[in-house]
């Protein structure tokens, strides 16, 4: 059974730094391709940005790119999302997830992934 437990949520203003953290423990860490999701209220789950099983690919969607950086510590069974620059659009329930089939086609998509994180918060105020 594979677990995943996301910290670091909370509120802060326009403009304002965060880092997520998501810790993966009952299966090997390295096996999984890693990604970062949100989910606003009223709207779809969409793809934030991704990480391959070493850590030497990292692909995010444009809305984030330059500003959010995704990365992880194979020795501490953790990857992180570092967010800066945060907008009030950024707000939303943010979910970490496992993939053992990260393929180009499936990582960038929720099907891609087989396990999730409960969730944490971010909210950004104006």
């Known amino acids: 059974q594979v677990q995943l437990v996301e910290s670091g949520g909370g509120l802060v203003q326009a403009g304002g730094s965060m880092r997520l953290s998501c810790t993966v423990s009952?299966?090997?860490?390295?096996?999984?391709?890693m990604g970062w999701f949100r989910q606003a209220p009223g709207k779809e789950r969409e793809f934030v940005a991704a990480?391959?099983?070493?850590?030497?690919?990292?692909y995010s969607v444009d809305s984030v790119k330059g500003r959010f950086t995704i990365s992880r510590d194979n020795a501490k069974n953790t990857v992180y999302l570092q967010m800066n620059s945060l907008k009030p659009e950024d707000t939303a329930d943010y979910y970490c997830?496992?993939?053992?089939?990260?393929?180009?086609?499936?990582?960038?998509?929720?099907?891609?992934?087989?396990?999730w994180g409960q969730g944490t918060q971010v909210t950004v105020s104006s």
């Open positions: 990480i391959s099983r070493s850590g030497s690919s990292t």
């Open positions: 997830a496992a993939g053992s089939l990260w393929t180009p086609g499936l990582r960038t998509k929720a099907e891609g992934y087989d396990y």
């Open positions: 009952g299966r090997t860490f390295s096996d999984y391709g």
